[in-house]
């Protein structure tokens, strides 16, 4: 048990080791590109938040990048199915916890002037961000009927030629709902899954107070984070309107949507 904890133990030190080695400290690679499906026909709820928020924390962290739009995006990502994903020289990173850990790895963090304490408080609320909010769009995207059949499906299966599309969405809807059953969140009903949305947001609601970001006057990775989630469930079109409604019952949390948007995009459209 001993000599297997050790090479475990070996094993791990040996990755975190090469992690250093490739991702070291350096220049934020020039030219870097942020791939994504392309907003206007394709993007679903689910990655639009994702997308948006990975653009967010560059944008906060004030590291050039351009974006394309790609209608395989997702075939082309290191990790099949995540986006966005970046090319940052020769390395091509997926998501946004992947993406904002290699940017640290060059030296560029929106967090490390935190406490310990409060770096324990930014990955819990993240990781709560992660677990609702997320599951939730991909809930209300892929598993209620309507939205499913109304928006999804046509959206999806737009950049597709016939009978790909069919079979394309099929398949995808199977990858997600396998998702939310793993996640016990397949049975939920409509109202459960939004239950859930308003114990996060009066959550954040709570812990944003006042202050002008999560943690006083510069935001972090997760301003970032919920500002993708809630911006794009805020601006999406749904069948009806009680996701956004729900995050537009916290108006500090609006505020702060607002307050990024102008800030960082210099638009207004909340």
């Known amino acids: 048990m001993s000599k297997m904890t050790d090479l475990q133990t070996s094993g791990i030190l040996a990755k975190e080791c090469l992690r250093t080695q490739i991702c070291g400290e350096g ?14 026909e394709q993007i679903l709820l689910p990655d639009n938040s994702k997308c948006l928020s990975v653009k967010t924390f560059l944008k906060m962290a004030d590291l050039e990048f351009i974006v394309e739009a790609r209608e395989n ?3 082309m990502s290191p990790h099949r199915g995540k986006v966005p994903f970046i090319k940052a020289g020769q ?36 990781a709560l961000v992660n677990n609702v909010l997320l599951n939730a769009e991909i809930y ?3 598993k209620h009927e309507p939205t499913y059949n109304d928006l999804t499906k046509p959206r999806y299966g737009s950049v597709y030629s016939f009978p790909l599309n069919h079979w394309a969405t099929y398949y995808k809807r199977c990858e997600m709902l ?11 009903s409509l109202d459960e899954v ?5 114990k996060i947001c009066e959550s954040l609601s709570n812990f944003l107070g006042d ?12 301003d970032a984070l919920v500002f993708g ?6 601006t999406t079109p749904l069948l009806n309107n009680r996701f956004a409604a729900i995050i537009r019952a916290y108006d500090n949390l609006v505020q702060l949507c607002v307050r990024i948007e102008t800030e960082f995009y210099q638009s207004r459209f909340l």
């Open 229 to 234: 989630h809630l911006f794009s469930i805020i």
């Open 178 to 188: 396998s998702h939310l059953d793993v996640l016990d969140w397949k049975k939920k």
């Open 140 to 142: 209300v995207t892929w």
């Open 194 to 198: 939004f239950k859930e949305v308003e």
């Open 27 to 40: 220049e934020w690679p020039k030219n870097t590109v942020l791939y994504q499906p392309y907003e206007t």
């Open 211 to 222: 202050k002008k970001y999560f943690f006083n006057e510069k935001p972090t990775e997760l």
């Open 91 to 126: 390395f091509l990173v997926a998501d946004f916890e992947p993406i904002v850990n290699f940017a640290q790895s060059k030296g560029y963090s929106l967090s490390s002037n935190l406490d310990e304490h409060q770096k324990w408080d930014l990955r819990v609320y993240m």
């Open 73 to 75: 995006a997702e075939y």
